[in-house]
T-cell receptor, first 113, second 121 residues
Framework: EAQVTQNPRYLITVTGKKLTVTCSQN?????MSWYRQDPGLGLRQIYY???????DKGDVPEGYKVSRKEKRNFPLILESPSPNQTSLYFC????????????FGNGTRLTVT | AQKVTQAQTEISVVEKEDVTLDCVYE???????LFWYKQPPSGELVFLIR??????QNEISGRYSWNFQKSTSSFNFTITASQVVDSAVYFC??????????????????FGKGTLLTVNP
């Protein structure tokens, strides 16, 4: 089954404790991206990647890192999480970037205390 | 910079009513794509439709229809004879084509803040 898999679904952590949210897709998609969803703010892009080793900042990249060492994986790294990063995170992939529909993962709800 | 405005934060209708969700966008590019996504209460995000800037034909898919008007920079979504299962947050999104006007940002996708549609029985 074609899908984007995010893990974990729920994560509670403390300020400053490094964490990684994994994202993997099995559709051989070129493009992958991370979004955060906050009430009243909609979905905002954090980082995106057009291909292996090619990443770029979205609208809200501060406090996040990403890497794209393999085509199928695009982990989101929070080196030192803070409470303002408490949010619902979505990973997404698409065949070719801006002109292709996104396939989303099921989301990761992160709480930073 | 690209921008998407969904002015309706929440809409509540009674089943079988028709409802239109508004989406207004801003872009300096001549090549761009518009999308609608649905987020039901279960939380997943589901793609509904894509439109490119050169195709102004309206589209109908069952009870769903989309009206794309470049003259007013709008891409509105209408649900005919709404059903309870249509209750969801709906997002409009814009992606620019990576031309000079967009600063070469081929792959940034901007979402509106979403419209929460509640269909009551």
């Amino acid at each position: 089954e074609a899908q984007v898999t995010q893990n974990p679904r729920y994560l509670i952590t403390v300020t400053g404790k490094k964490l990684t949210v994994t994202c993997s897709q099995n559709m051989n998609h070129e493009y992958m991206s991370w979004y955060r969803q906050d009430p009243g703010l909609g979905l905002r892009q954090i980082y995106y990647s057009m291909n292996v080793e090619v990443t770029d900042k979205g609208d809200v990249p501060e406090g996040y890192k990403v890497s794209r060492k393999e085509k199928r994986n695009f982990p989101l790294i929070l080196e030192s999480p803070s409470p303002n990063q408490t949010s619902l995170y979505f990973c997404a992939s698409s065949l070719a970037g801006y002109n292709s529909p996104l396939h989303f993962g099921n989301g990761t709800r992160l709480t930073v205390t | 910079a690209q921008k998407v405005t969904q002015a309706q934060t929440e809409i509540s209708v009674v089943e079988k009513e028709d409802v239109t969700l508004d989406c207004v966008y801003e872009t300096r590019d001549t090549t761009y794509y518009l999308f609608w996504y649905k987020q039901p209460p279960s939380g997943e995000l589901v793609f509904l439709i894509r439109r490119n800037s050169f195709d102004e034909q309206n589209e109908i898919s069952g009870r769903y229809s989309w009206n794309f008007q470049k003259s007013t920079s709008s891409f509105n979504f209408t649900i005919t004879a709404s059903q309870v299962v249509d209750s969801a947050v709906y997002f409009c999104a814009l992606s620019e084509g990576g031309g000079v006007a967009s600063g070469g940002s081929n792959y940034k996708l901007t979402f509106g803040k979403g419209t929460l549609l509640t269909v009551n029985p």
